[in-house]
């Protein structure tokens, strides 16, 4: 298609007017305490579409939190891009500032969901503003999806792909510093539980204390996986990680607990399946069971089972859009992060799949959530440059 001067037809304050609108909108998901979903994102994504002439439709996931899909048309037999960013966030509970009420001050914008990631999605829905304004055909068809449920089990962006979309390839809108990523790693979390044996405290020799016995296969998780995760070091992504993050046993002081659970977060890195970490563990388990025949364990499925992404440097939408993050914000390099997004799904259904969105990681889901709206700017030309590119 012809070229458009980006810079000159992006209005960024009619941008960060989107953004503070978006901020504004309770969309904490639902697992969260309290969280309404993301309903009425959903609603006013849907109106903007609708405002600037931009074909959308509606994709039921849950009752009342649908998908909202943009499309614009591209050259017939072109290629096929999606942009995907989820509306729904996490938490507001402790947070500094109040989480509803977009707060600008200087370079900053402030509230829950500014980084991580409406300022992505704002940034998304106005690229596609700027095509569709130009009048121009772009080569390639351009899907937005503005996904629910990110931020718990990914229902938004598989439900999107049960669809059996087709594409060349796909930008996802997590904060990266305006880096395009190309490697995450995968997630695995799954409750692991220890049996005993109930007895009175004053005579524990009675009992088979479960906390006891989950406390010997901690110890060898921290002695043994360190060790074995360092010889599968990824180039960009480091080694994998596991972390205990919940622990839970016994009823009161004076009893011998019967039962521990504890709720284990895995990360996986390319190359690692759900099997393989699992395995691992259960070697540990198999081999205190050696020394202890009263080791009683049982390991749940996941509860969260996502993949790690690779996408090669070579792939045609890393050049496009390391290219355009060059020319526009100056940062050409391939980057890995540790943690999910929704990248790793849409890869695994066989999109090449790449992640960049304004905003530092470290901001999202804490107590002073902010973004920096030069990077909001940037992050919309950047977009719209991949559009005229891809």
Not at 379 to 388: C, D, F, R, V
Request: some cysteine; proline content about 6%; aromatic content about 6%.
């Amino acid at each position: 298609m012809d070229s458009i001067n980006v810079r000159s037809r992006l209005d960024p304050e009619s941008l960060f007017r989107t953004l503070a609108d978006l901020i504004s909108i309770n969309s904490v998901n639902p697992a969260y305490p309290g969280g309404p979903g993301e309903t009425l994102v959903a609603k006013y994504v849907a109106g903007f579409f609708q405002q600037n002439s931009i074909p959308f439709e509606f994709q039921p996931v849950f009752e009342n939190r649908p998908n909202v899909i943009g499309r614009l048309e591209g050259e017939p037999g072109g290629r096929t891009l999606i942009f995907e960013a989820h509306m729904d966030t996490a938490s507001e509970l402790g947070m500094s500032k109040p989480p509803f009420q977009p707060l600008r001050d200087g370079n900053r914008m402030y509230g829950r969901g500014s980084c991580d990631t409406k300022a992505g999605l704002a940034a998304m829905m106005h690229a596609l503003k700027i095509v569709r304004d130009s009048n121009l055909r772009p080569r390639a068809s351009v899907w937005l999806v503005a996904a629910v449920d990110e931020e718990h089990s990914f229902r938004g962006v598989v439900k999107f792909l049960e669809k059996g979309v087709k594409a060349d390839g796909a930008v996802v809108a997590e904060p990266t510093n305006l880096v395009t990523v190309v490697a995450s790693k995968g997630v695995l979390r799954w409750r692991v539980r220890t049996r005993g044996r109930t007895a009175h405290s004053s005579k524990p020799h009675l009992g088979i204390n479960a906390v006891a016995k989950m406390a010997k296969l901690i110890a060898l998780m921290e002695e043994r996986l360190p060790t074995i995760f360092a010889k599968r070091h990824h180039a960009l992504l480091g080694s994998p990680t596991i972390n205990v993050g919940v622990i839970q046993g016994g009823l009161q002081v004076n009893q011998v607990p019967d039962s521990c659970t504890i709720e284990v977060d895995r990360r996986l890195v390319p190359g690692e399946t759900k099997e393989s970490a699992y395995g691992e563990l259960e070697s540990l388990v198999a081999e205190l069971r050696e020394t202890d025949c009263e080791l009683e364990v049982e390991m749940e499925p996941p509860m969260v089972e996502d993949y790690p992404l690779e996408t090669s440097p070579l792939e045609r939408i890393s050049q496009t859009v390391s290219k355009a993050s060059k020319e526009v914000a100056g940062r050409a390099c391939l980057e890995g992060v540790p943690y999910g997004s929704d990248a790793s799904k849409l890869a695994r259904a066989g999109i090449p799949s790449v992640i960049l969105g304004p905003g530092n990681i470290d901001r999202a889901h804490g107590a002073d959530e902010f973004v920096e709206l030069d990077q909001v700017r940037l992050a919309a030309e950047i977009y719209t440059q991949t559009i005229l590119e891809f």
